[in-house]
């Protein structure tokens, strides 16, 4: 099994940065494919950016495109989301996902197979 620890939410102003985590542990061989995905409150969740764990190959939602940046540390199985030029509709509770390589070509939550518990990200 995979379990995902996620860090780093908090609050801010409208056009600043922030940085959260994601820490992988237990059986992370069979993960091929990370992502971010986020939830408003009355929305349904949506993907934010995916990176493949065995390159360097990402994909971006169109909304975060140029603000937001997917990385990952393979050393310390660890994901990061860099989020730059931070806007009120970014707010939004953040998960971090994992699974196989089909999630980071759907883009879609159903091809993951594991969550973390998410971490709150509010822009006022």
């Known amino acids: 099994d995979v379990q995902l620890v996620e860090s780093g939410g908090s609050s801010v102003q409208a056009g600043g940065s922030l940085r959260v985590s994601c820490e992988a542990s237990?059986?992370?061989?069979?993960?091929?494919?990370m992502g971010w995905f986020r939830q408003a409150p009355g929305k349904e969740r949506e993907g934010v950016a995916t990176?493949?764990?065995?390159?360097?190959?990402?994909r971006y939602a169109d909304s975060v495109k140029g603000r937001f940046t997917i990385s990952q540390d393979n050393a310390k199985n660890t994901l990061y989301l860099q989020m730059t030029s931070l806007k009120p509709e970014d707010t939004a509770m953040y998960y971090c996902?994992?699974?196989?390589?089909?999630?980071?070509?759907?883009?879609?939550?159903?091809?993951?197979?594991?969550w973390g518990q998410g971490t709150q990200v509010t822009v006022s």
């Open positions: 996902a994992a699974g196989g390589s089909l999630g980071c070509s759907r883009f879609r939550p159903a091809d993951f197979a594991y």
């Open positions: 990176i493949y764990t065995g390159g360097s190959s990402t």
């Open positions: 237990g059986y992370t061989a069979r993960v091929y494919c």
